[in-house]
């Protein structure tokens, strides 16, 4: 990896002590981003100031501050358990499966992609990372469960004649789903791992939460009027979940 062109001092408290700073004649905006390792690296077009690039940096440093502390889990995570990522992934709701396949490349980062027509998964980039690719496959997911998610949701919207106002797409450990009071409902991006039952359920669930804000008999009422099913799916959340290979069970 080539050297960078700049390294500038970060402010104490940020839990870093430098940013690595690159022109690029592709880049077309500034960009910062943190590294598997925890380091940080900064792009930016060729022309920009370094006034500006200070102030970018400095108008940054909020976003480090929350993002830093999980990025630095995940890889110590990776690297405490050996994690392996498997040599196939099937997104169940879409019923689709992807054999994985990695392409080495001189960079400090790692991109996942999905080709439908091979049916692979791709990742490239600085594949031999296993924090990398975990990150990497994480953004995929919850790209992949932004394009699917809002509309599933918003045909069960339709068929209970629930409203909700907003749907959102999260990485989480184990908290599937959650519906605040002003009618946002928010969904776990690995659920794109389980069966479209399954991601039903959680729906449901999150969708009767606009009705009772609790888990009362009331609302498990509410539930089992649109899924008579529910415990059984429930339960085979449950199992689902177990069943996932170790480093998917991991993402968060």
Not at 19 to 36: G, H, K, Q, T
Not at 170 to 197: H, T, V, Y
Not at 225 to 238: G, N, T
Request: charged fraction near 25%; proline fraction near 6%.
């Amino acid at each position: 990896m080539r050297k960078p062109d700049m390294v500038l001092t970060v402010p104490p408290g940020t839990g870093v002590e430098s940013c690595a700073v690159f022109f690029s004649d592709r880049a077309r905006r500034l960009s910062i981003r943190i590294r598997p390792d925890g380091s940080l690296q900064m792009t930016v077009p060729f022309g920009v100031s370094g006034k500006a690039v200070n102030a970018f940096l400095l108008e940054m440093i909020p976003w480090i501050r929350r993002t830093l502390p999980g990025v630095r889990r995940r890889s110590a995570a990776a690297k405490k358990a050996d994690l392996r990522f498997p040599d196939a992934v099937t997104l169940a709701f879409p019923g689709e499966t992807f054999r994985t396949e990695y392409r080495w490349l001189d960079k400090c980062w790692t991109a996942a992609r999905l080709d439908r027509e091979s049916h692979t998964l791709l990742f490239s980039g600085c594949v031999l990372d296993g924090g990398s690719v975990l990150s990497a496959f994480s953004e995929l997911l919850k790209r992949t469960a932004l394009s699917l998610f809002p509309d599933a949701l918003t045909d069960l919207s339709e068929r209970t004649g629930i409203a909700f106002r907003r749907c959102t797409v999260r990485m989480q450990s184990s908290r599937w789903g959650s519906c605040s009071a002003d009618g946002n409902i928010s969904l776990n991006a690995k659920l794109l791992l389980f069966p479209p039952e399954i991601v039903e359920y959680v729906m449901i669930h999150e969708l009767c939460h606009r009705r009772e804000m609790n888990h009362s008999a009331a609302f498990w009422r509410e539930v089992t009027a649109f899924l008579p099913d529910w415990k059984i799916r429930r339960s085979a959340l449950k199992r689902e979940f177990e069943k996932l290979p170790e480093a998917l069970r991991r993402l968060a």
